[in-house]
C-alpha cells in the first residue's frame, strides 16, 4: 500500500517507509492512498491477532502476515491484562476502557511497544540502524524507553524539561538500564526540549548523517496500532451497537485511530468526543472552525497540555474530499497568521464527520475526581477525569458511551492527592522502578551541544 503526503509535494512511499521517516519531506503527514477494507475483530480473536490483521491491511506485501503476528505477540506480552484493553463497567449504558495496563502505566504503550519491535525488523531487514528523538513532558518518553530498551538497531534519545516532569514519569524514562537508551535533561521548559527536536530535524544533512528519525503521535504506526482498541472494543460490546467514544485528547492521535477504525469498516458507526482541558484548540477547530496559534498553559492532565493538535491535519485533508492544495493553503496561512477561520469546503464536511470536542477546566478535572472516588471508591488519572467529566455531562440513557481511560492513576500521585486526599498505590509491576538507579545526563537548551550528544553516543 501506498502513503501520500496531506500537503501533496512529496512522492507517495511503502508503509515502512512511511513509518521510519514520521514526517513527509514537505512537511505533510502521510496518510493510505486508499482505506482497506478490514474485517471487524472476531468475538474469540486475541488481541494480538487482531493487531496483526489492522497492521498487515496497511503493510500489504511489505512484512509477511507470520512475522507482523510475531512481532504484535512480542508487543503485547508484557501487558499486564491479558486482553490488553479491557472494558470496565461503570454504569448502565457506561464503560471505561483501560488503556493503562502496559509496562508504563499510560496508553502510549499501547502503540510505543509495538513500534519499537517494527522498527526494529524493519531496520534489520534494510541492514539500517536509527536514532530516535523525542522530546516529552511525561508519557511519551517512558513509553519510549521501555519499548526500545534493547533494540538492536535503534538508539533512543529523550530530551525531557530537568525538574518538570514528575519523578514516577522520570523513574520509567531513566531506569531501563539499557545502553542504548539515552536520557537528556535540559535546563528549560518542555517547549525548549521540543523546539531543539525540531531543530535538529530542520537540519537535513544531520538528519541523513545521523539517521535520526522520530516516534511521535503523527507516526502512522501509532496511528494504525491504535485503531485496534477501537475494533475490540466494539465486538466486546456488541457489533451493531452503535459506540460514542469519549476520548481524553492532545494531539488527536487517539481520537483519530477511531475514526480510522471506522473508515476501514471496523465500527458499526462512528461518534467520538475529544475531551480536552483548557488547552482547548481542538473545540475551538472543531466547534467554531478556527485554527487559533496560543501559548499552551499548564493543566492536572499535562499530557494533554497541547497548543497545536498534530494530527488535526489528516482530518482536515479528508474533510476537503482530499485536496492537498486546500491543506497546504490552511498550513502556510497559519504558519503565517497563527490564526486562520477553516475554509467553508473544509468546515461543511468536518462537521458531518462524527467527531466533536468538548472542554473540561482544571477546577471541574480536580472535582470529577472526587467525585468518582466519592461514588465508586476508584482513583482515576486527571486525564481520564476529563473524559469522564464529559461523559456525565453528555450522557443519555440510551446511548452506550465508551471512556477512554489513557493512564494509571499512580503515574500522577500529586494530582490525585490533591483532588482526593490520598495518594495512589503504584502496581506491583511499577515498583521495581522505584528502586532502580536513574541515569541520565545534563545539558543547556544548545541544538549543538544535543547534536555532538547523539553523535558521540550512537552506535555505528
Ligand atoms: C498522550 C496522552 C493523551 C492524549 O493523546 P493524543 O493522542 O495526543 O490526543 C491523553 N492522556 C494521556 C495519559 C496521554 O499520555
Request: aromatic letters at 8%; glycine letters at 8%.
Amino acid at each position: 500500500m501506498n502513503f501520500i503526503s496531506t500537503r501533496g509535494q512529496a512522492a507517495p512511499v511503502g508503509f515502512i517507509e512511511a513509518c521510519l521517516s514520521g514526517l513527509a519531506p514537505d512537511g505533510g503527514l502521510y496518510v493510505p492512498e486508499t482505506w482497506p477494507r478490514i474485517e471487524p475483530a472476531g468475538v474469540h480473536e486475541a488481541y494480538a491477532d487482531v493487531a496483526a490483521r489492522v497492521l498487515g491491511a496497511f503493510a500489504g506485501d511489505e512484512i509477511p502476515p507470520a512475522t507482523l503476528q510475531e512481532i504484535c505477540k512480542r508487543a503485547y506480552a508484557g501487558f499486564a491484562h491479558q486482553s490488553v484493553a479491557p472494558l470496565v463497567q461503570t454504569g448502565p449504558n457506561a464503560y471505561l476502557m483501560e488503556l493503562h495496563h502496559g509496562p508504563t502505566l499510560a496508553f502510549k504503550d499501547v502503540a510505543m511497544q509495538l513500534i519499537a519491535q517494527l522498527f526494529d525488523v524493519a531496520l534489520e531487514s534494510r541492514g539500517e540502524r536509527m536514532s530516535v528523538t523525542c522530546a516529552t513532558s511525561g508519557d511519551t518518553g517512558g513509553a519510549a524507553a521501555a519499548a526500545f530498551a534493547g533494540s538492536t538497531n535503534v538508539d533512543l534519545f529523550i530530551l525531557h524539561p530537568f525538574e518538570r516532569i514528575s519523578p514516577v514519569q522520570r523513574l520509567f524514562m531513566t531506569t531501563t538500564g539499557a545502553d542504548n537508551v539515552h536520557n537528556l535533561a535540559i535546563d528549560q521548559n518542555f517547549d525548549s526540549c521540543q523546539s531543539i527536536v525540531k531543530q535538529l530535524f530542520a537540519d537535513r544533512e544531520f538528519v541523513t548523517t545521523s539517521g535520526l528519525s522520530g516516534v511521535n503521535s503523527i507516526n502512522w504506526a501509532r496511528i494504525a496500532a491504535q485503531a485496534v482498541y477501537y475494533a475490540t472494543a466494539q465486538t466486546a460490546l456488541g457489533a451493531d451497537r452503535a459506540l460514542r467514544f469519549i476520548v481524553p485528547s492532545g494531539n488527536m492521535g487517539d481520537a483519530l485511530a477511531g475514526y480510522v477504525a471506522a473508515r476501514c469498516g471496523l465500527l458499526a458507526g462512528f461518534e467520538a468526543v475529544c475531551a480536552v482541558n483548557e488547552n482547548d484548540a481542538l473545540r475551538v477547530l472543531l466547534q467554531d472552525g478556527y485554527m487559533r496559534r496560543a501559548d499552551a498553559v499548564s493543566t492536572p492532565s499535562p499530557a494533554m497540555d497541547i497548543s497545536v493538535p498534530s494530527n488535526f491535519e489528516r482530518l482536515a485533508f479528508e474533510a476537503s474530499g482530499r485536496d492537498p492544495d486546500m491543506v497546504r493553503q490552511l498550513y502556510e496561512q497559519f504558519a503565517q497568521s497563527g490564526d486562520v477561520e477553516l475554509p467553508e469546503r473544509i468546515k461543511g464536511p468536518l462537521g458531518c464527520m462524527g467527531l466533536s470536542a468538548q472542554t473540561v477546566t482544571n477546577t471541574s478535572t480536580l472535582e470529577e475526581m472526587k467525585r468518582v472516588y466519592a461514588e465508586t471508591g476508584w482513583e482515576i488519572c486527571p486525564h481520564t477525569a476529563v473524559g469522564t467529566a464529559v461523559a456525565r455531562r453528555l450522557a443519555r440513557e440510551d446511548q452506550v458511551s465508551v471512556v477512554l481511560a489513557t493512564a494509571h492513576p499512580a503515574k500522577f500521585p500529586e494530582t490525585v492527592h490533591e483532588a482526593i486526599g490520598q495518594t495512589p498505590d503504584l502496581p506491583e509491576r511499577a515498583k521495581a522502578v522505584a528502586a532502580r538507579t536513574e541515569v541520565y545526563d545534563h545539558a543547556t537548551a544548545d541544538v549543538a551541544a544535543v547534536r555532538d550528544y547523539i553523535l558521540s553516543r550512537q552506535r555505528t
